[in-house]
Structure formats: structure tokens, C-alpha cells
């Protein structure tokens, strides 16, 4: 029988295995960070008025989001060597770049490609209102968000074990490692939904005092969703004995 841990054991365990390793786990979501916002900035190309190049420009950061994979299983693996009390350093970010780094990108894609196909409609109607306002064209934008932002949670549910499964399991295709987190999460997608909206009140402390505090909240926030990753494993290999 099943018995999974509550969201406050799984914080518990994050904050205890991340006592005095705060500096390396922020340090490398610092340069995560520093990364995307320097790919970003050298990948945009200004749209001015011209719909065909807010649409070139979209799909340039589709593409640039879906290789920036190999940093999300670098990050990954940085917190399973956390969870499982192994030597953590953030050179492990790029783990991902020197191992199976296409299944990353291949996981990556899926993420990637829901929010782009979901968000894009939003985008083209809030282009379109910018030039031409209107009481209908914005209640279309805000329509199409709600839809894009119902289906990409969704999907960040069901595949949110994707990267944590890619190095538990390094031999298994990119798609049965898809297929191994819709499994994991079969029942689990509010579990998990509840322990990630209960980070709100935090990271909402944080917006009020000055931001910094939310270097630690995304840290705490990680590796208990890794806590909880180990957590469903557990539960698993109980289950097929």
C-alpha cells in the first residue's frame, strides 16, 4: 500500500539535506539564470510593428528554450546528488551538455513546444490590441491566456519527473521517460500541485523584501520537488514488490 510523505516531511527533508550548501545551490542558479538572460538577450530580434518578425523572434526563443534543456537536467542532477547526500558543486549544471543531452533537449521540447503553441494566440491578439484597442480583442487575450495557462500546468504536472527519471534511468529512450513520469504522476498531479502553489506566501515574502530572499525560495522549492520525485520512487518500487 502506498504511503506517500506529506508536503511538510518533503520540506523537511529539503531543508535538511540543503543545510550548508545554500551557497553552491544559489551560486548555480545564479549562473543558470545569467545564462538564459544572456542567450536571451544576444537571440532577440526587435519586432517594431512587424508581426512576421514577432513570430521569427518567437520562434527563436522556442528554439533557444528547448536546447537550454541540457541546463534544466544539469540542474536536476545537481539536486538528486543533493537528495541522495552525494558531493554537490555547480560545475553539475552541465552535466546535461556532456551526458545524453539529446534526450534533454527532447524532454526539453515538450515543455517548450505546449507553451509556444498555447501562448502564441495570446500574444498575436495582445500584438494585435498594442495597434488597434479594442474591448473584445482584449477579452480574446485574456481567453487565450487562461487556455494556455490551464494546458501548460498541466503538462508541467505530468511530466514534471521527465529530468529527475533521465538520470535515475540514464538507459530508457527520452519517450519511455515521458511515458515513466505520466505513470509516476497518475494520481500525484494534485499533490504536487498543492505543494507548488504552498511556495507562494514565500516567494511573495520575498517580493516585498527587496527580492533577495527569493534566491533561498527557489532553492528550498527545487529540492523539494526532487524530495518529492524521490518520494514517488519509493512509493513505486513498494508498489511492484
Known sequence: MSSYKSSAQLKG???EKS????????GANIIILAIQL??????SVYGGSSLILFIINNLITLVV?????????????????LLYS??????????GMRKHPQKAVIIQSVFASVDFLFSLPSQILLFRYQSAPSTNTMAAVFLALGIALIVNVYVSLVYSQSFFILHDFPDRSAKEILATSRRLMKGNKFRLFYLSVSFIPLYLLGCITMFIPLLWVSVYRY???????????????????
Open 13 to 15: 527533508i529539503a531543508r
Open 19 to 26: 543545510l550548508g550548501k545554500y551557497g553552491t545551490l544559489i
Open 38 to 43: 544572456f542567450i536571451s538577450a544576444i537571440t
Open 65 to 81: 528554450t528547448i536546447l537550454l534543456g541540457v541546463l534544466m537536467s544539469g540542474k536536476a542532477y545537481l539536486y538528486m546528488n
Open 86 to 95: 552525494q558531493p554537490v558543486s555547480t560545475s553539475d549544471i552541465f552535466f
Open 223 to 241: 529540492a523539494t520537488f526532487c524530495a518529492f520525485y524521490q518520494d514517488l520512487i519509493e512509493n513505486a518500487s513498494r508498489s511492484s514488490q
